[in-house]
């Protein structure tokens, strides 16, 4: 444990030398993971509790493969932290693929860019972000490793490796899951107010970083703050995908509150009752779904492996899209009761 704890006090010295603040700060990105690890019911994967400082001081690692010095890896990686739905309003059914995504925004560009050339410039994935796809696709790693290890177990074989990659697979998609819960993060009013201001919001994009980490900052967010308004566990039945959008609307109502709160100044007062209202219940929010989405995982890799499962990459496959190279995903299986 303690060469454990180091390597969390190493990480997280390494991500305070960053120059760019792009989420949740440090803080309240540690303070969700360990939350949801701490959570975790006694028949979920408790070994992650042994990793819980490794956790939740590589939360905010997803953010420092986002510099401009590296832009292969910021090109990938960027969208994957928002997920502006009013930018992509015209669809009505989010496809269940990123590829088919990115296609239906590149349609939509051609279709508006003489008569919308400004709007047709910003129809592409860095300004509407892909944020569900980032979270869905690793929880696919998760439950695929978990699996792994339920079967190196079974054999009687040494998992410490597999549990520590299972621990940060839970960082990386807490990281998804914690940006998800931060309604700025789910708007294209993510950096001051764009558009009509009939209410005279701000427009300072430091509107961000004033919530997300001077505030959590200040009020000295810690995991009391959050713990009694977790709740048991929730989100096993339904569609994963399904949910992760459901979790990202659900913060995305509170965009207009959070601008409220920042015009009558209430983010400069470390006692102000709404201001932290709305910092617990975010930072909560998080911490519940990753929680949830972490202890489905655990369930969903003791599930035997559907014998007939449609393979999205098989060009026989009905749904074949020979633009994407694939079908789009299947719906995740229900989690027994």
């Given at each position: ?5 180091s ?20 803080r ?8 949801a ?14 990793y ?18 590296d ?7 960027d ?26 925004l ?15 410039r910003?129809m ?11 979270a ?33 697979y839970?960082?990386?998609m ?26 005279g ?10 919530f ?83 202890y ?23 749904l ?17 009761r």
């Amino acid at each position: 444990m303690q060469r454990r704890s180091s390597l969390a006090l190493l990480l997280a010295g390494m991500l305070c030398i960053s120059q760019t603040a792009f989420a949740w700060g440090t803080r309240a990105h540690a303070v969700i993971d360990r939350t949801a690890v701490d959570t975790l019911p006694a028949d979920g994967p408790i070994f992650l509790k042994n990793y819980v400082d490794y956790i939740a001081g590589s939360a905010s690692i997803p953010d420092t493969w986002r510099g401009a010095s590296d832009p292969f890896s910021k090109i990938e990686e960027d969208p994957n932290h928002g997920w502006f739905r009013e930018q992509f309003a015209f669809m009505k059914v989010i496809p269940r693929s990123r590829y088919e995504f990115v296609l239906a925004l590149y349609r939509e560009q051609l279709r508006i860019e003489k008569s919308d050339p400004e709007n047709a410039r910003r129809m592409n994935v860095r300004w509407t972000g892909t944020l569900p796809y980032a979270a869905a696709e690793v929880y696919g790693h998760l439950v695929a490793d978990m699996r792994l290890l339920r079967k190196a177990q079974a054999q009687g074989k040494d998992v410490t490796f597999l549990e520590q990659t299972c621990a940060f697979y839970v960082a990386w998609m807490g990281h998804y899951i914690g940006d998800g819960s931060q309604p700025l993060h789910d708007t294209i009013h993510h950096d001051g107010w764009q558009g009509p201001d009939p209410n005279g919001y701000t427009r300072d994009p430091r509107i961000h970083g004033r919530f997300e980490s001077q505030y959590v900052d200040a009020i000295a967010l810690t995991e009391a703050d959050i713990l009694p308004r977790i709740g048991n566990p929730g989100h096993l039945q339904g569609d994963v995908f399904d949910l992760i959008l459901a979790h990202l609307d659900e913060a995305g109502s509170n965009v207009e509150a959070i601008y409220k709160l920042d015009k009558r100044n209430a983010f400069a007062d470390a006692h102000d009752p709404e201001a932290r209202e709305m910092v617990y219940s975010r930072t909560a929010a998080g911490a519940r779904m990753l929680r949830d989405l972490v202890y489905r995982a655990w369930l969903e890799s003791a599930l035997p492996l559907p014998s007939n499962l449609p393979n999205p990459i098989d060009l026989s496959n009905p749904l074949y899209n020979p633009q994407t190279g694939s079908a789009p995903a299947s719906r995740s299986p229900e989690q027994p009761r």
